[in-house]
């Protein structure tokens, strides 16, 4: 594993302890031992979790866990406490903790909560990239519903123009609207080759199984 872990302590025998247990599990480990030195780490470092002690020398580790729910991206936070009230521990929850340990500390169990975490922190991972990519099919269905209504005005002109060539045959003005039926389908056919480079690019970098947009239906309303 290669989880980043920040852990805010100010017992020097408990920090050295879980420190310890937690370097030999793997993690990638961060240390604090006040509240401003954990508000230090927290903007240079990106933890995805913290053990937050609650009785710190400088304040209160509920100070830490205001500023961290302010952040849409906030690290997963495991409080750890001497204190083991029943409103302690509703207050740390209702703040956004993930879970709530008491003082002496079980490994085991906080093995458990951390591999907890971290699951959790992966699962909210991949439900922000399920967002986004959402946004990101809407987007191209939109420029597809766009560049449809492209198309369809140029082949608009190259009707009516080959309508006036059947009518006016042998006209001097053949020769123009030539040249307008010409330069109105090069546009129709830029605008369709820059749709299939969007295509291409969705399909490459996102790996769907389904295309996301159907070119051959991009002229029913119906398929968008």
Partial sequence: MSEQL?????????QIALSAMLRHEGYLLLMAHSVADALDQLQHEHPIIVLLDLGLPDGSGFDVLQMLNESPDSPIV??????????TAIKAMRM???????????NDLLRNSI????????????????????????????TARAAAHHISQHLTVIMGETQL???????PEVRASLERILRATGQAAQT???????RHFVIKEIQTVEPILDLNAASDPDTL
């Avoid at 920040?6 to 408990?14: F, G, H, K, Y």
């Avoid at 956004?96 to 079980?106: C, E, S, V």
């Fill in 165 to 171: 060539l059947q009518e006016e045959l042998g006209d």
């Fill in 192 to 198: 369709l080759m820059d749709l299939r480079s969007a």
């Fill in 6 to 14: 920040l852990l805010i302590e100010d017992d020097l025998v408990l």
């Fill in 96 to 106: 956004g903790a993930f879970d709530y340990l008491t003082k002496p500390i079980n």
């Fill in 115 to 142: 591999q907890r975490a971290a699951e959790h922190h992966r699962l909210r991972q991949s439900a922000r990239e399920i967002d986004l990519l959402r946004a990101h099919e809407e987007a191209m269905r939109a």
């Fill in 78 to 87: 495991i409080v750890t406490t001497a204190s083991d009230t029943l409103p």
